[in-house]
């Protein structure tokens, strides 16, 4: 197959349907399969932008030994590390197709991923966004299929305001929607692909393709535990996009109290639970402004008489809308 996609590349790389973006820092062990995986698929009219965000360990190099046999891979690096939203819009910067799809590389698509966008594309030329299904790749090397949610109807702001059931390694979605919307939020280090996909919701539907599109590689240095500073931010980017990005206009007030509540609680029990008492006091307060509940209340009471006997881990409450806070 590699043969067959160096002899086609010629002819599509004028105009490639499909561009796909990988961030890569320091995963020397794994971008050779991740790259390889895109070189692999059945649909030849692609290019590859691999971002290398600062790479110590011989990343680039790797990604430049197939970018010398593949005139369809570019290698774009960056001398410090920005974190994947400055990575994935400088690919986007990049960019050339008409349709953008998104590869980590520490994990492997399946050779018809393309192809089930290609076709899909084809089936619906109204849809603007389309995903598939994640499954996941152990250590041993077994698969492990994912869970099927939101896969037989299309979905909107409504499911994902609800959950974060999206992930940028199943979704293609047409350039042309972010003519009409700001890129990655760079100044988020996790949620920058919510964040997006938030703001997407108010212009595109999301249309289920039904089928795996990729793997998600489970290794030790990906093994994400929520923390209360994740579930803050997690619940401070829902906030903006309610307050400020236009989700409060197709969202109603009893949605957003509950998950608002919920993840706010959520992040005073993982700060509690790690040492760190008042910022919990700080989470369990705006959980409660939300919706005020029993479990809530009494963890309040609990933090608000450990804060002297708390630690601190270095890092700001993340902020990301201005309001009346209380102390």
């Given at each position: 197959?590699?043969?067959?996609?160096?002899?086609?590349?010629?002819?599509?790389?004028?105009?490639?349907?499909?561009?796909?973006?990988?961030?890569?820092?320091?995963?020397?062990?794994?971008?050779?399969?991740?790259?390889?995986?895109?070189?692999?698929?059945?649909?030849?009219?692609?290019?590859?932008?691999?971002?290398?965000?600062?790479?110590?360990?011989?990343?680039?190099?790797?990604?430049?030994?197939?970018?010398?046999?593949?005139?369809?891979?570019?290698?774009?690096?960056?001398?410090?590390?920005?974190?994947?939203?400055?990575?994935?819009?400088?690919?986007?910067?990049?960019?050339?197709?008409?349709?953008?799809?998104?590869?980590?590389?520490?994990?492997?698509?399946?050779?018809?991923?393309?192809?089930?966008?290609?076709?899909?594309?084809?089936?619906?030329?109204?849809?603007?966004?389309?995903?598939?299904?994640?499954?996941?790749?152990?250590?041993?090397?077994?698969?492990?299929?994912?869970?099927?949610?939101?896969?037989?109807?299309?979905?909107?702001?409504?499911?994902?305001?609800?959950?974060?059931?999206?992930?940028?390694?199943?979704?293609?979605?047409?350039?042309?929607?972010?003519?009409?919307?700001?890129?990655?939020?760079e100044g988020l280090r996790s949620c920058?692909?919510?964040?997006?996909?938030?703001?997407?919701?108010?212009?595109?539907?999301?249309?289920?393709?039904?089928?795996?599109?990729?793997?998600?590689?489970?290794?030790?240095?990906?093994?994400?535990?929520?923390?209360?500073?994740?579930?803050?931010?997690?619940?401070?980017?829902?906030?903006?996009?309610?307050?400020?990005?236009?989700?409060?206009?197709?969202?109603?007030?009893?949605?957003?109290?509950?998950?608002?509540?919920?993840?706010?609680?959520?992040?005073?029990?993982?700060?509690?639970?790690?040492?760190?008492?008042?910022?919990?006091?700080?989470?369990?307060?705006?959980?409660?402004?939300?919706?005020?509940?029993?479990?809530?209340?009494?963890?309040?009471?609990?933090?608000?008489?450990?804060?002297?006997?708390?630690?601190?881990?270095?890092?700001?409450?993340?902020?990301?809308?201005?309001?009346?806070?209380?102390?």
């Open positions: 197959m590699r043969e067959t996609n160096r002899a086609t590349a010629n002819s599509e790389l004028d105009m490639p349907m499909f561009s796909v973006i990988m961030p890569c820092y320091n995963h020397v062990r794994y971008v050779d399969q991740a790259v390889s995986s895109v070189r692999d698929q059945s649909c030849n009219c692609w290019e590859l932008l691999v971002i290398d965000d600062g790479s110590t360990d011989g990343s680039a190099e790797k990604v430049q030994a197939h970018a010398d046999q593949d005139v369809r891979i570019r290698l774009i690096r960056q001398s410090r590390n920005a974190g994947p939203a400055a990575a994935r819009n400088a690919g986007l910067v990049a960019a050339r197709g008409d349709w953008l799809a998104f590869l980590d590389s520490d994990d492997v698509w399946y050779p018809t991923t393309l192809d089930a966008y290609r076709k899909a594309i084809t089936r619906r030329p109204a849809a603007s966004f389309f995903y598939g299904r994640r499954d996941r790749l152990d250590a041993s090397g077994a698969i492990q299929k994912g869970p099927v949610q939101f896969q037989d109807h299309p979905t909107g702001t409504a499911e994902l305001f609800g959950r974060m059931f999206l992930s940028t390694m199943v979704v293609c979605f047409a350039r042309s929607l972010l003519d009409r919307t700001d890129t990655f939020d920058e692909d919510y964040e997006l996909f938030l703001r997407l919701s108010l212009l595109t539907e999301f249309h289920p393709i039904a089928v795996s599109t990729g793997l998600r590689r489970r290794h030790e240095e990906n093994i994400s535990r929520q923390t209360g500073f994740s579930r803050f931010q997690e619940a401070e980017v829902l906030r903006r996009f309610v307050r400020l990005q236009g989700g409060g206009e197709v969202l109603s007030d009893a949605m957003v109290s509950r998950r608002l509540a919920r993840l706010y609680y959520a992040s005073g029990r993982q700060y509690l639970k790690t040492g760190l008492p008042r910022k919990a006091l700080v989470a369990l307060r705006e959980s409660i402004r939300y919706r005020r509940n029993v479990k809530a209340s009494l963890m309040k009471a609990v933090c608000g008489i450990l804060p002297s006997l708390g630690s601190d881990d270095g890092r700001d409450i993340p902020w990301l809308t201005d309001r009346d806070r209380e102390n």
